[in-house]
């Protein structure tokens, strides 16, 4: 099992290579340039220095996330060329540099949304909430101040302070896309990069919306089974594929994960795998990883990654806030390195299992 870690950088985490190095079974991070804004084209010698640095610690780069895509090219806009333009010469880069598996999002103006970065539990730990009713409460021009402040100084993967401060032209690009246009925008996306991406072997792996529906009147494509097909026929190479993150795809509880796994063998790049407790109707907080501490079978989900053969890389995925770790909402080291040695665990007995069958 290829397991790794989130890593946002030297600078931009709380957590080290060091600390990671030593979570039994991490053998690589999942990593970005996370000062390069969207739509520019990484430098090679910035990558050569990132490899360098990871390998320095016995690790490997199993693969980046994200290289965000411009809004230019989300919205269709005349200029999107360029930014395409831009994103191919980006994979090049990592082409070249032996870097295969590139996760993004084609979420419109918002990557993944909470209500609370800080809920707490009564085992005295806080998690990340979602509530729909306090979302139809707030305002979307300020909901990037909401996330700010509770995100502990750090910033939020996809809350570019950079870039929201734009929030109400990027809400007027999208006034006339709906879902139909979100889409050819995106198959045109696709399209364009995967000779670039079939070239080098790039796994694009894109990133289920967060929550698995539409928020604040903007579009969201890419919420279940039915929506990924589509994409995958539309797009139909094997490097057009998608991040398994099991979290945001069960935000809605009509996706049954294990059936989404099994039905897109062979089109699953990367792997998110974490848990959620569903309190409500569009209201569910996230917990930690083990089955029991939330409302996901993550025994059933592992063995469904198991039979379909995944061998891409794996990540624990957002953990709750334990033991007074003041890290980034989500991503501290202590919870995910508990749900890194759960996932070890279950892998383990679901290879012995159907080994001695
Ligand atoms: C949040 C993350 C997302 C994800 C992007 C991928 O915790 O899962 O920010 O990285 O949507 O582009």
């Known amino acids: 099992m290829k397991l790794s870690l989130r890593w946002f950088g030297t600078g931009h985490d709380s957590v080290t290579l060091e600390q990671i190095r030593q979570i039994p079974g991490v053998k690589g991070v999942i990593t970005t340039l996370y000062d390069i804004p969207a739509g520019d084209v990484w430098p090679i010698e910035r ?6 640095e990871v390998e320095g610690y016995g690790l490997k780069i199993f693969g980046i996330e994200s290289v965000n895509v411009h809004d230019a090219i989300k919205a269709g806009l005349p200029d999107r060329d360029k ?3 831009n994103y191919i010469k980006t994979l090049e880069v990592l082409g070249v540099s032996g870097i ?25 730990s806080t998690v990340l909430s979602y509530d729909q009713e306090i979302i139809d409460r707030i305002d979307p021009m300020k909901i990037f101040k909401a996330m700010d402040s509770g995100s502990n100084g750090f910033v939020l993967p996809g809350w570019e302070p950079e870039r929201l401060a734009h929030i109400k032209e990027l809400f007027e690009l999208y006034s006339d896309i709906d879902n ?42 890419v919420t279940n089974l039915e929506n990924l097909e589509r994409l995958f026929e539309a797009v139909d190479s094997p490097c057009n594929g998608v991040t398994l993150c099991t979290g945001s795809l069960a935000s809605n509880p009509e996706n049954d994960i294990p059936e989404i796994v099994r039905a897109l063998k062979g089109r699953i790049h990367f792997a998110h795998v974490r848990n959620l407790k569903y309190i409500g ?3 569910f907080d996230e917990s930690a990883h083990l089955s029991a501490d939330g409302s996901l079978d993550m025994f059933e989900i592992m063995k469904a990654f198991y039979d379909i053969g ?13 033991w007074g770790e003041k890290g980034m909402p989500g991503y501290g080291l202590f919870d995910r390195a508990l ?14 299992m159907e080994k001695g069958k």
């Open 180 to 221: 139909k246009k979100l889409f050819d925008n995106m198959v045109y996306f696709l399209k364009a990069i995967m000779p670039i991406c079939e070239k080098y072997g790039i796994k694009m792996a894109v990133h289920p919306d967060d929550p698995a529906w539409p928020i604040f009147g903007l579009p969201r494509i």
């Open 47 to 52: 990558i050569r220095a990132l490899k360098e």
């Open 310 to 322: 995944f061998d891409g890389p794996f990540r624990p995925d957002h953990g709750r806030a334990i």
């Open 281 to 283: 109707t569009r209201k």
């Open 339 to 352: 749900g890194a040695a759960y996932l070890n665990g279950l892998w383990e007995a679901i290879t012995k």
């Open 100 to 124: 295969d598996v590139v996760c993004y999002n084609f979420m419109p103006v918002f990557d993944w949304v909470r209500s609370d970065l800080a809920k707490p539990r009564e085992d005295g």
């Open 83 to 85: 930014y395409i333009e």
